[in-house]
């Protein structure tokens, strides 16, 4: 006789079962609240009791892994996330009721990497702006064109030197541009480190944000700080939209305040300020940095090795609060 | 008594006028057509005889310069383009004149290195496409979205591994691509070097172009090379549009034999091939690899420094061909 399967539940609609929705359903029991007709809330309490292991996303409805949500799963042993950040899951809640959490570690540090710097070459010379200009049969009417801004020697700030902030550096320097970094702590590298972001502001043309959203770094980017960073400045964030003031990017945007900004999140995803529709020094995207067939594979695997683990009784793969 | 100035009369309407005319206008006497209401002929007839130096762009009306156009000015002396390229200068015509040629030689390398990277990340990481969606308010109506490729692992190769060419490979490798190129003679690099252009497309996922465009090298891309990448294939063209049979690129483009294309330049500018501008794995841009700030002033000192060279009897700064 086979072995009973384990059975996972799957909330926030993570883009993985897009793409691997028939492997995972045959390891695991999985319960897709999107496959069924029940209402979230009594789909979940129709199989809460069983449910071991929870795969989910920071993006969609049911995201929100809060305490009152957790309350329902009183057989819960784990959590995967696909995500890097944690930010959506209640982690204090998860440890006072001895879940573990696993995330999607660094599995998509490069990607996300490389589409940061590729958002900041995009910004700095214009290239989705010369696409549209093209596009919209503009080059034959107007002759003349604006300069764009040399990527070279740009003073470049990374605020969180973790796995992406450390690829973003790393990229960038083949470019020719002058690395610092703000971060909790000193870290063993030889850029120059600034504990305080007004001060990195000061130092630098260009903020990419890829630190984690905590209570720390919440609206850690505001008004003060583009004016800080000035008219020839430009922000690129990858992280997590509530890590800059929306409102307050929007309007420095608006009044030309800072030159530029490269988005790939936002604060109230999918909807993003229509403000910005308009500008053509701001390039958007939608939360898709990490959007690659070869992270996706590798998450995957992650996934998988992270359920069977648990189930095995061996270390997660990925742990970020182990049981 | 001030000194007569040097006559120089400039065609093809150079971009550098736009940003440092009223310089160069103090430094020389300079004759440009369209200040004029003479037909450019007329123009041509009315100065060729006192004009001393030259200088001229690749784009535009009246930038060939061809033998014909070189036996109006009896007294010309040197031409300074405003080009990396000559191929819109007649060399041999200007060997046999005794005519100086100089160029912009190295001065945007790097510019140009950069943009083909920014390019080529957007074409994979679908940049301009994913601006382009969310600019048109796709995003809270369409959930689900295409995996990009992952930049790191490809394999570039660069066609032509001269300035340009190297600091493009020197770029990518900080990404994790794996580099191989094609020259017309072995270069002391590292990388692999293959002197045809299909063994390159067999090794190859990525071809970046970034050779002169000469005899040999007009239509060294045709649908056989686009064939040979394949289906997974990327082009990436910062150099000259007729390297690459654009017609049979738009048909490999069309019917999928390649997945895309970032392109800067194009045969017949500032025309676009229309069939280019509903597809959404190509990145189009208006021959501004070039067009930085930056680049421009360093361009607007090496265009005085070859004009006072000629007139002081010293060596030229960019020499193409010395007289």
């Known amino acids: 006789m086979a072995e009973p399967k384990c059975e996972v539940i799957v909330l926030g609609r993570p883009a993985v079962f897009q793409f691997y929705n028939e492997q995972l359903s045959q390891k695991f029991l999985i319960h897709k609240p999107w496959e069924s007709s029940l209402p979230l809330d009594q789909f979940i309490s129709t ?9 989910c996303s ?24 696909t995500s890097t950040g944690v930010d959506h899951i209640d982690l204090v809640e998860c440890r006072r009721r ?21 958002l900041l070459i995009d910004v700095l010379r214009k290239i989705s702006a010369a696409d549209r200009f093209v596009n919209n049969g503009l080059w034959p009417i107007h002759g003349d064109y604006p300069l764009a801004s040399k990527v070279g020697g740009r003073k470049v700030g990374i ?7 450390r690829k973003v550096a790393k990229r960038l320097e083949a470019f020719g541009c002058i690395i610092s970094y703000l971060s909790r702590r000193k870290k063993p590298v030889s850029y120059p480190f600034y504990p305080d972001v007004h001060e990195l502001a000061t130092k630098c043309d260009v903020l990419v944000i890829c ?8 609206h850690l980017i ?7 960073l000035g008219k020839e400045g430009v922000i690129i964030n990858i992280a997590r939209g509530a890590i800059i003031n ?13 030159a530029g900004a490269g988005l790939d999140v936002f604060v109230n995803e999918p909807n993003v300020p229509e403000e910005l529709f308009s500008l053509d020094n701001v390039v958007l995207s939608r939360h898709v940095a990490y959007y690659t067939e070869d992270s996706f594979r590798d998450l995957y695997e992650l996934i998988c ?7 095995l009784n061996k270390p997660l793969l990925s742990p970020v609060l182990d049981d």
């Not at 999607?104 to 996300?112: H, M």
């Not at 605020?159 to 902030?165: D, F, T």
Request: proline fraction near 1%.
């Open 222 to 228: 505001n008004k003060e700080v583009l004016l800080t």
């Open 98 to 118: 001895g879940i573990a959490v696993a995330s999607a570690a660094t599995v998509f540090s490069e990607d996300v990497a490389d589409f940061a710097v590729g």
């Open 159 to 165: 605020v969180g030197l973790g796995s992406i902030g």
């Open 211 to 218: 630190c984690a959203l905590t209570d720390e770094t919440r």
């Open 58 to 81: 920071p993006k969609g409805i049911g995201s929100q892994i809060s305490s009152s949500l957790l309350r329902l799963f009183q057989s819960l042993r784990l959590i995967v996330t």
């Open 47 to 55: 199989h809460a009791q069983s449910i071991q292991a929870m795969i």
């Open 305 to 311: 090795g992270n359920l069977e683990a648990l189930f």
């Open 246 to 258: 929306e409102m307050e990017l929007v309007q420095c945007l608006e009044q030309g305040e800072i």
